[in-house]
């Protein structure tokens, strides 16, 4: 049998990249020597850096996005994804893939459209409860779609709900080495906080104010963002700008702070980790969030609403009661899809 080639396209945010990343792990578990490209944005964070840890060769390239407001940015970008396609020809017609997988990010659409150009089977996956623009687009180009909600079945009426692929290694995480790795105490309770892939400014100003008192009942994993670290590492306090390797400090974490994306959302579905959900603004990370937050299965604070004394008093009452934490991690765990990777590579092979 000839040996496969699949290129991974999107990203933009470390959400629309790992469950390409769960995918990849699935695909390399079934036949190893298959062969991968990722062609990602110029700009290339976070899905550079994962693609890196997981040894996968990267291609950038230029790369628009559609938007649907005002903007003199709209005058310039359709220049970029004119050139972006050209490049996606190029890359293509060199790499002579057999299949190309997308979970959004606007740097697919230029690609996806390329492959279909080539008569390349185009897999898409929907992860968002509201679809973005580019997978709308995308999905007259799809081959199959897949998806990670029931409710988007009214958008793609043709999309098979699996649910949203999980990165295996998350689930061996070890808290003697979160503790070595990450100078922590063993009996103090650990909170982690996310801001998404590139972070949160409001998020990392309302930890700050908040650190005072929180240290005194908790340690901090902070995840802040590209050039947005807010203080040194002090006290009960570790901050990092990025990290692509977070299997050991969710074992360690007793609560998660998130933004609302549905990468993060599934990785804590899997573990179970009880969560205070902060959706970005605006964006379909609200509607993601409150489908959990309806299902009792996760907390959620508006970004609007969020300051610092609210934060305290949230995590200090999940601290307080044990009860309350085990029952979020109950219903967040009846929200997973195990097999959401299994279904989609089956899906894919069966295609191409």
């Not at 036949?31 to 062609?39: G, Y």
């Not at 898409?124 to 988007?152: M, R, Y």
């Not at 040194?232 to 990025?242: I, M, Q, T």
Request: some cysteine; proline content about 5%; aromatic content about 8%.
């Amino acid at each position: 049998m000839k040996q496969k080639r699949i290129i991974i396209t999107g990203g933009g945010t470390a959400g629309s990249t790992t469950p390409l990343l769960a995918l990849f792990d699935e695909i390399k578990k079934r036949k190893p020597k298959t062969e991968f490209l990722f062609i990602g944005t110029r700009k290339g964070m976070p899905e550079k850096r994962l693609a890196k840890a997981k040894e996968i060769k990267y291609k950038s390239i230029f790369s628009g996005k559609l938007r649907r407001y005002l903007s003199f940015k709209n005058l310039l970008d359709p220049f970029k994804i004119i050139i972006g396609f050209f490049q996606s020809l190029f890359l293509i017609k060199k790499f002579k893939p057999d299949a190309i997988l997308e979970a959004g990010g606007f740097v697919a659409v230029p690609v996806c459209i390329a492959g279909w150009f080539f008569k390349i089977p185009v897999f898409l996956h929907q992860l968002d409860a509201k679809p973005g623009l580019a997978n709308k687009i995308l999905s007259f180009f799809a081959t199959k779609i897949t998806l990670s909600f029931k409710d988007l079945k009214k958008h793609f009426p043709k999309g098979i709900v699996t649910g949203t692929p999980v990165r295996k290694e998350i689930l061996n995480g070890s808290k003697e080495q979160a503790i070595k790795r990450f100078n922590l105490k063993k009996d103090l309770k650990t909170i982690l906080i996310m801001g998404g892939g590139t972070g949160s400014s409001h998020i990392n100003k309302v930890v700050l104010k908040a650190l005072p008192k929180l240290n005194k009942v908790c340690q901090v994993i902070h995840l802040t963002g590209k050039g947005k670290l807010i203080k040194k590492n002090d006290y009960h306090y570790r901050a990092y700008e990025f990290l692509s390797d977070l299997k050991d400090i969710y074992k360690m974490a007793d609560i998660v702070i998130s933004r609302a994306g549905v990468g993060a959302i599934s990785e804590l579905s899997v573990l179970g980790k009880p969560t205070i959900f902060i959706p970005l603004p605006n964006s379909p990370q609200e509607k993601n969030a409150n489908i959990f937050c309806k299902n009792k299965a996760a907390i959620c604070i508006k970004d609007d609403n969020l300051n610092n004394s609210i934060l305290v008093k949230e995590i200090k009452e999940l601290l307080k009661q044990k009860g309350k934490r085990d029952k979020l991690s109950l219903n967040l765990k009846k929200m997973n899809h195990p097999k959401a990777s299994l279904e989609i590579v089956d899906i894919i092979f069966e295609n191409i």
